[in-house]
């Protein structure tokens, strides 16, 4: 073997030597952060697992001054729990436990009842499309109308928190307002400038908010009584027991759920909400007694 050859060996054999070294280095590297990737997200679980037990223990979300444990426990049993005195009803609700919320003429022939959850992004484009519509309706006495609201969206895994059960208590303190300051505040709720998107913060679930949105409705601007009842959670209780009701409802697998005379109104098999005006009137109208 020549000296050449010798050399050009030798040199083969350095090159050989570095690149299995710097796969080797490359594998441990590659070992070094799958660990921290593994313990990473070992730990991202655990959070996530006390951060959905948390929620789901019916504590506050941010803002949410509300104890909802204590709140179910009043709507069982009426009596005081946690920071509620207990049962309130806001003024002019019906029935046993006042979950009978009716605006219009109380003798009309017709009841058009609508279920909907305060979190639900389809009811949002519902009251968007009708909410008009169905309170013209009311003017002209054409159907008493009734509301049923759930709180489902709460209980979400995936986007739990306490909006719709906070907005609905909200909701109720605005009834014990006025029906025109009910109908004015759902409307502003739903509106697609201040209804939150389903996946993201759960701005519902802030008293400040909830009431800060209420300043652009005359009858709740500077209202220390509504402030005072959304703070104090006055009507969470009320709201655990709209939920009740909500849950119990016959045929209602979703939201929004519109019925005429307890009869499920809706097209297709599934019988949908009607989400179109014209739709609305169709159905609503092909229902109601002459």
């Not at 709507?75 to 509620?84: H, I």
């Not at 409705?217 to 220390?224: P, Q, R, S």
């Not at 969470?236 to 209602?252: G, T």
């Amino acid at each position: 073997m020549s000296k050449r050859n010798s050399q050009e060996a030798k040199r083969e054999a350095r090159e050989r030597l570095r690149i299995e070294r710097e796969k080797q280095a490359k594998k441990d590297k590659l070992k070094r952060n799958l660990g921290i990737g593994v313990a990473a997200i070992a730990v991202l679980a655990i959070a996530g697992g006390i951060g959905v037990a948390v929620t789901n223990m019916g504590g506050s979300s941010d803002g949410d001054a509300s104890d909802w444990d204590a709140a179910a426990k009043v709507a069982d049993s009426t009596k005081a729990s946690g920071q509620y005195k207990g049962y309130e009803t806001p003024a002019g609700t019906e029935g046993k436990d006042g979950t009978d919320l009716f605006l219009g003429d109380k003798d009309a022939k017709n009841t058009v009842t609508v279920y909907e959850d305060m979190r639900c992004p389809v009811c949002a484009s519902f009251e968007q499309a009708n909410g008009e519509v169905i309170e013209k309706d009311i003017e002209d006495g054409k159907y008493k109308a009734e509301f049923v609201f759930g709180t489902f969206l709460d209980k979400n895994p995936s986007i739990a928190g306490t909006g719709s059960k906070n907005a609905l208590s909200a909701l109720g303190a605005a009834y014990n307002v006025s029906p025109e300051a009910f109908l004015e505040y759902k409307k502003l709720l739903y509106s697609a400038e201040h209804h939150p998107d389903e996946s993201g913060p759960d701005k519902f679930g802030e008293d400040e908010h909830l009431i800060e949105l209420a300043q652009d409705i005359k009858e709740l601007k500077g209202n220390k009584e509504f402030e005072d009842a959304v703070n104090n959670g006055t009507f969470d209780p009320w709201a655990v027991k709209m939920s009740q009701k909500f849950d119990d409802a016959k045929d209602v697998t979703g939201t929004p759920t519109v019925k005429v005379n307890g009869e499920k109104a809706g097209v297709g098999e599934q019988q949908n909400a009607p989400m179109a005006p014209d739709q609305y009137n169709q159905v609503i109208d092909s229902k109601l007694k002459k």
